[in-house]
């Protein structure tokens, strides 16, 4: 358990500090302590130590000034900061700052050293080959773990590096962007690229599940806590453990929930339903929503204290139509790699496609871009790819022409009576299916004209599917 | 504010709930570093309390943050769930600037500190944790 150099522990209330290096060499580490701000910083240059604990009021300077200079010296180091319960912002602040997690007086001592563990998990070279480049800032970067991440814009170099930064911490990550804009991805780059690539990356997405099962899902239930309770049921954070729990549109979780999920955050416990006992669990969180989050606060919709417990990092996926030529980067390896899958010689996108996409919104965004691609791949033997190959939508440049004069005022239509009596999901299903007829079966430019979100619609179609 | 001090007879356990979080940690040090522990909690709260008093009479809401601040994370580390909770409260009440509320809440919990103080002291002195 010990590491080769000590923990340095900056703690001003002495018995607070005697307890905590109490804990830490029960459990095996070698400790080093400081009480004031001043000695901290002496320690922290003389010792070489990996890991800081530190808290944020200190007598004779704010901690988040220390950590700031300390991090500035050694980017390197993991610091993990503690506070009591008023400096819950500070220590958020601290976190966008680099901190490796925060903990908030008074903690249990498996919180504590599970922290503790964490940092240093995160330091060895054991387990993270190439993520923690204790290097000069000068040395260049290994490259960034991104998988299908394609894109070479400016945007996206911005969206690579604040990656690369946050993935070593603990820090909760909040992910907005329009619908298909690659926000999963950039969970799982997150995940690829932290200390905790080896456990489990597991997703939920809020949107998706009836709420009335979301917290099962979340949380697990044990056998017969309610009516088809089977069998347990480990739950999704619990799942987790010893990796990353990415909760993607987390603005349509349902109020209670919310609540719990917040109680979730601040104990690191999960209770499933119809437990008598909740469980520890070490999981990171990453979340992702296609709305605003803070209107979702406004509205009412998503709960102020839990805005804040997650929007820690924020990180926002540009539409790709402001990714410049990242649409032909992508268009191009989609096409290499559906081709291969087909089975079929494509010679890449003619420069009139190229322009074309170039220009086109893609409201869809990439999501949009690949089905194009599929159906490039699917419907034609190989060559150059040119515009008479694209699908009708996309080769008529216009992408998205909104349709004044095709609907009508609904009391205008003779149908409308056709729909009286009947139940408002199927009222909605009708009209859902008649848009994207009208539309032909596109699905961004029916959920434009719905006001929906793209992903609102899929889900809808999947769940009629079944 | 000096408030009048509480009878070294309050119920240990509405102070120190079971009792457990407080033996543990004492378990944990070993019995030398244990007694040295338990003294420095207990200068610690006192500490705290002189520091307090003055703040509260008159009303420096810096200080009375700053003290509760470390009464919040000491008294929850002991498991001194009731104190630790006012003094949540009047943390919040101080960055309130809410001077009724500060008023309200500054008896229960001095009474509460200094019968926490005087248990502890018993304990020191009985050679017992």
């Given at each position: 358990m010990t590491d080769h150099l000590p923990l340095l522990l900056i703690e001003d209330t002495p018995s607070l500090q005697m307890v905590y290096r109490a804990v830490l060499t029960n459990a095996g580490h070698s400790v080093l302590c400081a009480g004031t701000a001043a000695e901290g910083l002496s320690a922290f240059r003389a010792s070489g130590a990996q890991v800081i604990l530190l808290d944020l009021m200190l007598p004779d300077r704010d901690g988040l000034d220390l950590m700031q200079d300390m991090l500035a010296e050694r980017p390197e180091v993991s610091v993990i900061v503690i506070t009591a319960n008023g400096s819950i912002n500070k220590a958020v602040e601290a976190m966008r700052a680099g901190a490796h997690e925060f903990l908030v007086k008074p903690f249990d001592e498996t919180r504590f050293l599970g922290a503790v563990d964490n940092a240093l998990a995160g330091r060895s070279p054991r387990r993270t080959p190439s993520v923690r480049?204790?290097?000069?800032?000068?040395t260049v970067l290994p490259?960034?773990?991104?998988?299908?991440?394609v894109g070479s814009s400016d945007a996206m170099a911005k969206i690579h590096a604040k990656i690369r930064s946050v993935a070593r911490s603990m820090a909760t990550v909040f992910i907005t962007g329009e619908s298909g804009t690659g926000k999963e991805l950039c969970a799982l780059a997150v995940h690829d690229n932290?200390?905790?690539?080896s456990g489990p990356f597991i997703a939920l997405n809020c949107g998706a599940i009836p709420q009335d099962l979301l917290e099962s899902e979340v949380f697990g239930h044990v056998k017969?806590?309610?009516?088809?309770?089977?069998s347990d049921k480990p739950g999704a954070a619990a799942a987790a453990d010893g990796g990353t729990l990415f909760l993607d549109e987390i603005c349509e979780m349902a109020p209670a929930l919310q609540t719990k999920l917040l109680r979730f955050l601040q104990t690191s416990t999960v209770q499933p339903v119809g437990a008598t006992r909740p469980r520890k669990v070490n999981v990171r969180i990453v979340c992702a929503t296609n709305q605003d989050p803070l209107d979702a606060v406004r509205r009412g919709q998503f709960r102020e204290d839990l805005y804040y417990r997650l929007y820690v990092v924020p990180i926002h996926m540009p539409p790709l139509r402001e990714r410049g030529d990242d649409v032909t980067e992508i268009a191009e390896a989609a096409l290499a790699r559906f081709a291969a899958e087909e089975g079929r010689r494509f010679e890449g996108l003619t420069p009139e496609v190229a322009a074309l996409f170039r220009r086109?919104?893609?409201?869809?965004?990439i999501r949009q871009l690949l089905n194009v691609i599929r159906h490039v791949v699917v419907m034609n033997e190989g060559g150059p790819v040119t515009p008479d190959m694209l699908p009708d939508i996309v080769a008529d440049e216009g992408g998205f022409t909104p349709p004044p004069a095709t609907l009508a005022p609904l009391t205008q239509e003779p149908a409308l009576e056709a729909l009286i009596g009947r139940p408002l999901a199927e009222i909605e299903r009708i009209v859902i299916e008649a848009t994207l007829a009208r539309f032909d079966g596109s699905v961004p430019k029916a959920a434009r004209v719905l006001e929906l979100a793209p992903s609102t619609l899929y889900r809808k179609l999947d769940g009629w599917k079944g | 504010m000096e408030q009048p001090r509480a009878t070294p007879l309050s119920d240990p356990a509405a102070l120190l709930g079971d009792g457990r979080a407080l033996t543990d940690i004492l378990a944990m040090a070993g019995p030398a570093s244990a007694a040295r522990i338990l003294r420095q909690i207990h200068t610690d709260l006192s500490e705290t309390r002189r520091a307090l008093c003055p703040a509260l009479a008159a009303i420096d809401w810096t200080a009375i943050r700053a003290q509760t601040h470390i009464l919040i994370a000491l008294a929850g580390t002991i498991g001194a769930m009731r104190l630790h909770a006012l003094a949540i409260d009047l943390n919040t009440t101080a960055h309130a600037q809410d001077k009724g509320r500060t008023a309200a809440l500054a008896a229960p919990l001095m009474a509460d500190l200094d019968a926490l103080t005087a248990l502890l002291a018993g304990r020191i002195t009985g050679g017992g944790a």
């Open positions: 480049p204790a290097a000069p800032a000068a490259p960034l773990q991104t998988g299908a991440f932290s200390a905790r690539a017969g806590s309610f009516t088809g309770a089977i086109l919104p893609w409201p869809g965004n | -």
